[in-house]
């Protein structure tokens, strides 16, 4: 299981993550996930920890505390759901597909 860690300075790095996490016990792995136009940081991370008792601790400490001027918002993470691949659409979840209902596109 790992750490959801929101409302992150978008200075915050992997070893500041690490260094504030590792107060509370062993940090196995840091993830910043990155915005893929520009490179930069998404406001939030994850931590994973050896032990469901260190996250608990640090999860009891560090949610709701200000840290590089913002005011943590830290909890379990949740599993990821899966989202349909997007095939193409419009807003309405309306497959191009289906634009021509009844109507096949293949010429007679």
Request: no cysteine.
């Amino acid at each position: 299981m790992s750490v959801y860690v929101g409302n992150l300075s978008y200075e915050v790095t992997q070893d500041d993550l690490t260094t504030v996490f590792a107060e509370y016990g062993s940090v196995r792995r840091v993830h910043l996930p990155l915005d893929r136009d520009t490179g930069r940081p998404r406001g939030f991370g994850f931590v994973e920890m050896s032990s469901d008792t260190e996250e608990d601790a640090a999860i009891e400490a560090l949610d709701g505390a200000e840290w590089m001027g913002r005011s943590l918002k830290v909890n379990k993470a949740k599993a990821r759901e899966e989202r349909p691949r997007s095939g193409g659409g419009d807003r309405n979840g309306n497959s191009w597909g289906n634009r021509n209902r009844g109507y096949s596109s293949q010429r007679y």
